[in-house]
């Protein structure tokens, strides 16, 4: 199951655009749908070059994650005055998250494989080592449940530890107020550029 975090801006979140289209005929609305959509298309910009600061990760694995939500086009769409960046993902495998060592060696670490999830902190995942998948890649596995018997054999289930989501990150980084901000601000901006422009041109 995917975790999901989204940020949404709306005119209500900024008062100068309430009284814009309050004070305006109603052409001014497309003015404040451009700016609600400018302003979104940063977020993403915004958090894919925050979370790396903290997490292991990269700003193109934040951006796939990533969809945009733009304002409605009709005047009877709830939604038109309202956008979104929506985050979803699922727990990422730890081979992602730099591991010591880096591929399977004929002696594997006593404790377990070393990983950096967050930027300059070493975490030690107890009993896990690496082995080869059924494709032949290299892939960190670790021992789950009790030990059985097949086929004569003593043996446990394998399970590929996976660890945090992109949308958990985002959560667990403290930058999501950071972002907000970041939008309205840029919504701000935008807004009154394009209420100069409506102004210019008599609307």
């Not at 059924?134 to 596995?141: A, E, M, N, S, T």
């Not at 949308?167 to 394009?194: C, T, W």
Request: no cysteine; glycine share 8%; aromatic share 8%.
């Amino acid at each position: 199951m995917s975790d999901i975090f989204s940020i949404s801006l709306s005119r209500t979140d900024i008062k100068e655009a309430g009284l814009f289209l309050s004070a305006l005929d109603k052409k001014a609305h497309k003015f404040v749908r451009h700016a609600l959509n400018r302003s979104i298309k940063g977020v993403t910009t915004d958090t894919a070059k925050l979370v790396p600061d903290v997490f292991n990760v990269k700003p193109g694995q934040i951006r796939k994650t990533s969809k945009t939500y733009n304002a409605g086009n009709s005047g009877n769409n709830s939604g038109e005055f309202k956008t979104s960046a929506v985050f979803r993902g699922q727990k990422i495998l730890a081979k992602h998250f730099s591991p010591m060592p880096n591929k399977r060696k004929n002696r594997q670490p006593d404790k377990g494989i070393s990983i950096f999830l967050r930027k300059g902190e070493k975490f030690t995942i107890d009993g896990s080592f690496f082995g080869k998948s059924r494709k032949g890649v290299d892939q960190i596995y670790k021992r789950i449940g009790k030990p059985f018997y097949k086929n004569g054999r003593k043996t446990q289930h394998l399970a590929k530890p996976s660890l945090l989501s992109i949308p958990y990150m985002i959560k667990m980084s403290d930058v999501a107020d950071e972002i907000q901000e970041g939008a309205i601000d840029r919504f701000n901006k935008n807004l009154k550029h394009n209420m100069k422009r409506a102004l210019s041109k008599g609307i």
